[in-house]
Each structure stands twice: as structure tokens, then as C-alpha cells.
């Protein structure tokens, strides 16, 4: 295959990294986590949704239960985090969303099988096609959304009152709470919010991205990597990084004598941009 | 003999009593029990060393480690190609099997540092992201280039012409035993020694760590080479056991698996990574008993993951608190008033004079925070012998200048001389090794460890153990086989002191040593303060509120107000200049 063309193609998969890693992006600012189980609740709650949805309402009915599915899986582990976590560091927040991931893995494996699942694709082909590239349909959907999830996210956090409400919990929570903000009902409210933006992710890319428990870790660990381009801060940064990685995947194709290269390329840009980013000391607190 | 001396002594009487006992079950298992059991209890045994190898980064060094069985298959794929394609799979005979078992724990171990490497300065949770990262990538790989033995379709030799009959597995259960309690008894004593204090200072405080000396990079760096190491031999030891494996066997859930129970069980304690082992074997074994799907037990891990974490304690801990409580063993230690009896009272012993060579020389130091000049054209010297009180209101900068002296901050315009010698470009552990020692406003001494293993551990060997003792007990501390987590934070404070005083450095930086201390105790601390410079020859920076203490210990005065010095030089003088007095006391002053 020809490299530009290979690389066109991989930004299908780029697209759903940007838009998992403009999420995991959002939790990280304004919920304090490293969500690992971010990908884990869209997939739960898609697999579940094309059990529950007769098959003539697919893919939009399951898409659409799918969302609602993840979002209250979402607010309930945004429960748990928030109530019995709320002082603690950010590694022991993200640790408890491991083991939320290996639970709901495991229960995903359990309830629906290790097969692949059954899944109708809402976009299917491509949306331009020549000799040179192949952009597909999906590669758009999700990039368009991680760029409207981003500029929403933007938008809200610096025009609206709920958005400065937020910002002033994610800066300092105790102060926040002292000032009367509901600082539980806010934090819930982003964990619905991205539940339901994982819920759509999964729910459009599931017939070729997530078609069983594994894409829980697999679509989670690229979508990782874009986020700490944005050092889990910049969600423009992130989805520039989940393109990116996912371009450098599908031009690896085009090289089949070091196609075992591909799998490494999301560790590779992370160690790259970690060595680049943390050249000076950093220390755990400010004093 | 010292108290310490007996301790040990038992304790180490101790240590062999159980390392004998863990051998003398190991032999009763492998002839007493039927083989099927035999067998499993193998694979106890070899989850159990993959749990000890996460409790060191996880347990001891905090650290969110989430490719244990990368390493275990990295150090099992090594092992097998050195078997079936080199001549060390023969060359050394009945050996050959531990050769080639250790060397692919050692490639196990460089890939732990490579892969540890990046995340170094970096907090848990990025490591995890890689190491997640590296485990679903490994996984991937090995589905694609198999283990060697697929390629030949052969089994590897057991040691010491151990067959694959039944008898062959017992004996293979024992050599895994010895191997298991060789292990468990190094990791034990690694943890209770210099590195082991290491992972646990880093775990609690880096700036901590970096202060006393120590690379932070270097702490975390061991801890995950020493922890992929042993999973390296985990994986060795499954090949052994099972003879082909395949990259089922060191799944990215089953890591994930392990890590979560590690957090549940407290796996950085011996017996808890036995306990979490059985677990992890018993539980799918029986719910395959009973014909229940196998996920359920990840399903239920998860969930006691979760549980461990919002209680903030493991199985271990809770377990060992249980058994405190029922041995009523040292419920609280005494605070520093306890021992005042010990020292002397007296507040008039006079101010030792300095020798009048300068030491710490800080020359003209700017430090800008964005617009703000938080230190503004600073210049203060610090001479041989002397107590140098740095004072001022809060905001006035006083922090910021221990920081960027003791290489903390690095973005700073001046000079910084220690004895003459520039200590610009110099990380805080290398200031710390030059003789810059510091202690903090925050509690930086870990309640995981005891007085005498912090104190060591601080002191980097420049004290011997009767010095140590004699410190301990100059400062009125609780004694050095009493655990941190009894001692209150104002007595925690003083021995944080203590051990910094241990370390022998040049200058002593003290930010707001006697915080938390009544009234009693500030004298005594007073009174041992001022000693400091003529007992153990350190000079010593204080940063103090308390003008009652400042103005009996100190013989030179720095005032810092807004970023810049207001007013230094001798003590009473400083003290009389009403500017300081309107800046520091405000108008109350005179009233």
C-alpha cells in the first residue's frame, strides 16, 4: 500500500483516539482522575444497549441506549470516586478506575462473551476516496465530534456560569465548597457528560474498533497516550496526538517487515514526548 | 550491649526460625499432599513472587505498575530461547536451568528500567499509562512471534534432571520453594535495609527524599528494576512448571488481575503476597468447582480493589493493626516533654561566637514568579558556628529562599556558595551531599519506617549507630526501635531535626523547626539549638516565628519583608530597628 495512503486510513482509528483523548483530557482537569475504566463504560454500555434494542432500531436505538447506559455507569463510578475518594491524590483516584476496569471487563466477558459482538456500524465507507488517500466516514464523525466536545468544553468552561463553577472546584475544591457550590453535583455532571460522549465513541467505531471486552484497554491506551501529548491538560494537543498516533499506525501497514513496530507506536510517542516534556525536575508538591 | 544491638539479634534469630519453617512446610507439602495439590500449590508459589515483585513497586514505593507479567513473560521467552538455542541451556548441566532463569530475569529487569525510565520524574499515575501500554503491546507481540518452544515444539528442561512425571513436579515444587524463600528472604531484608527505606521515603515525600540526599530518580528507578526482576523469574519459574506457554498465560487483565490484588492484600508484606497468591489461584479453582464462570473472580477483585482504596488500607495493614491492638504493643510513643527531665532547663547559657569563616555565601539572589519578585536582590552569609535567624511576615519570602538554596528552585538570578564552592546547576540531592541539609514546614518523615531506620537512612552512614543513639537522646527523642506512626507530628519535627543533625552536613536549614512544640519544649529545643553549631560543628539557618526563640538562639538577625531584606546584622541591633518592628509586629508593637 502506498504510505499516504495507509496513513489516511489509519486516522480512522485517530479520530476515535482524539475524541477518547479529549475526554480522558476533560476528566483529568475537572474530575481529578486518570479514568482508566473511560472506554470501559462506552463498551460496557454498548454491548448491553444491542442486547436490550430490537435489531430493526439499530444502530441509532442501541447508539442511543448505549450512551444513556454508559452515562449512569459513569455516574455511578463518578459516585464512588467523588464520595470516598474526594481528598485522596490523583493516583489513588485513577487506581480505584483499574480496578473498575478489570471488574468491568471481566463482566463484559461474563454477560456478553468473549466473541466478537454482534454490532451494526451507523457510518460505514468512505467519505472521500482517490488512488492517494482513503478518508473514511467514521475518520470524520469522530474527529468532528472530539473537535466539538473540545470547543464545547472550552466554550462553557470560560463564558458560562457552571463553567467557571467548575473551574473553581477543579482548582480548589474545599474553597469551593465553602462558597456554597454543590461540588458533588458538578462533579457528577462531567462524569455524565463523558460517560455519555464514551457511550457515542464506542457506539459508532464498535463494528471495527470495539467489537469485544478487549477494545476496554485497547482504544484506552492510545487514547491515553494522545491525552498526555496534551499533558492532560490541552485538549487541542490531545487530538492533534490521537490523529497522530493513529496516522503513524496506519502508515506502519504500509511497511509489513516491521509491522510488530505498530503496536508500540502509542508507547513509543509517549516515551518520546515524556523525555521532551519532563526534561527539567518536577516534584510531587509545590512546597 | 545497646538495646539496638539485642533487638536485632532477635530479631534475626527471628528471621531464621521462620525462613526454617517456611522449608520444613515446603518438604511436608511436596511428599504429604496429593500431587493435584502438589501441583497448584506450584503455582501459588509462582503468583506469589510476581505479587512480591509488585508489592516493591506498588507497596513499598507507591507506584502504579500495570505490566507485571510483561516482565514475567519477558523473562520467560528469554529463558527459553537461552535453553533451546544457545549451548547455555546445556553447559552448565543440572545448572543450566537457573543460568538461563536468572538472565532472563536480567532482561527483564533492563526492560523495567527502560520502560521506568521516562515515567522517573513523572507521578504514578503516568506510569501506568505506560506500563498499561507496554503490557497490551507485549501482548500483542507475543501473539504474533510465539514462545520458542512453539517454534520447535519442544519442552525445556527442568534443573537438575527433574523429569515431568509426577514425582518430577513434586521435586519441581520443592526447588520452586527454595527459590521462593530465597526470594522472600532477600526482598524482606532489602525492604528493612537502605533501599528499602528509600522506596518508602519516595512513596511518601520526594522533595522529602531529594532533600536527604537521595536521587528520587534513582529510588524509583531500583524499585522498578528490582520489581521486573523478580517478575522475570516468576515467568522463568512458570515455564519450568508448565513446560509451553503461550501468551494467554501473561494476559493484560491478568496483570491487571494481580495489581488490583496487590492493592487489596498489601502484597509489599511477605505473608500478604503468599495470602494474595492463594487468592488468586484458590478462588478460580474452586469457582471452577462449582462450575461458575472463571471472570467472576476478577469481577470480585475489582470490587475488593475499589473497597481497598476508598479505606485507604490494605488487608495487611488492617491485619497488622489488629494484631498491635491485641499485643497493646507501644500504643503511643512519649512526646519530646516526656523526656524533658533528660535535659537541661537553663535558658541563659550564652550564644556561641563564630569562628568567622563564612560557609553558605548567598549572593544578590532574584527569583521571579511570573511578574512577582519573590526574592528580590537577597544577599545573606552564614558563618562557621553560628545560628542565623532568617525572620519575617508570612509572605515575605522566607521559604522561597530555603528553596533556592537548597536547589529546590532553580530559576534563579545570584549566587549560591557553599565553603567557596558555587552550587548553581546542582540538583537538591547533590546540595544535600555537599553539606546543604534541610528540614520542612510539612511533616516529611514517614510514618512507615522507625525513628532508627530514618535516622540511618538520613544520616547516609556519616553517623555510626552509638552517634546516632546519642543524638536521638541529645535531642530528647523517643528511642530508635519506636515507630514513627506513634510519635505526634510537633515530636516528629524534632527528630526530622535529629536526623538531619545526624547527616553532619555544613549548614542546617530549620523551616519553623518548633511548630507544634508547647511552650515547655520550645525552651528545651531552644536550648539544644543553640548548642548545635559547638556540639556537632553545623551552622544553622533558622527560619522561626517565635521571636522568643529567635532572640535566644540566634547572634545574627536577616529580616525579609515583600521579597527583600529589610534589615540584617547583629541580633539586638535588628530587633531594635523600628522598621523591622513596624514591618514584622505591625502596629501593635509599643501598645
Redesign the interface.
Known sequence: MNPLLALSVGLTAGGTFALFGVLLTIMSRLGKV?N?SQVAVGTFGVFLAIRLVPKDMQPWGAILVGMLVAMVLSILIGF?IAK??GD?P???R???T??????????A??LFGTRPQPVLAPFKGPILQTDLVNISQLAVVTTVTAILVAVGAKLMLRYTLVGTRLRAVSDRQDAAELMGINVMGLQLGVWAVTGLIAGFGVGVVANIQATDANSM??I??PS??AA?VGAFRRLDLAIVGGLGIGALQGLLTAFPSI??LK??I??LV??VF??WT?R??????A? | MSHANTATRSHQLRFGIVVVAALAVAVAVTFGLPSYVVFISTTVLVTMVSLMGLGVVTGSAGMIALSQLTFAAVGAWVMEYLMFLTPLGSVFGGFSFIVCLLLGAVVAAVLGLIVGLPALRLRGVNLAVITLGVAAAADLTLQKIYFPDAWLNQRIDRPFGMDRSEFGDRMYFLFTAIVVVIIAAAVYQVGRGKLGGMWRFVAFSERGTAAAGTKVRNAKLSAFGVSAFIGGLAGGLTVGQIGQVSYVSFQTAASLGLYVLCIVVGAHFIDMAFFGAILFVFIPEILKQFGIPLEWANVVFGVLGVQALTSNSTLGDQIRSGLRKLKRHGATAQPVSAHLEEVDLERTSAIFTTTGQPLLEVKNVTVRFGELRALDDVSLTVYDREVVGLIGPNGAGKSTMIDTITGFLTDYEGTITLDGKPMEGLAPDRRAHEGIRRTFQQDRVPSSMTVGQYMRLMAHGKSTPAEIDEILSYFGCPPAHTPLRVVDVGSRRIVEVAANVASKPVVLLLDEPAAGLSHDEHIVFGNQLKKIPQKYGISVLLIEHDLDLVRSVCSKLVVLNFGGVLASGNQAEVLRDPEVLKAYMGEKVGE
Open positions: 486518570v482508566f464512588v470516598w475518594l485522596a490523583v493516583s489513588t485513577s487506581a480505584a483499574v480496578a473498575i476496569l478489570l471488574g468491568l471487563y471481566s463482566l466477558n461474563l484497554i485497547t484506552l491506551i491515553a497516550a498526555l509491522v510488530l503496536d508500540w502509542p508507547i509517549i516515551v515524556l523525555l519532563e527539567k525536575e518536577v516534584w510531587d508538591v512546597r
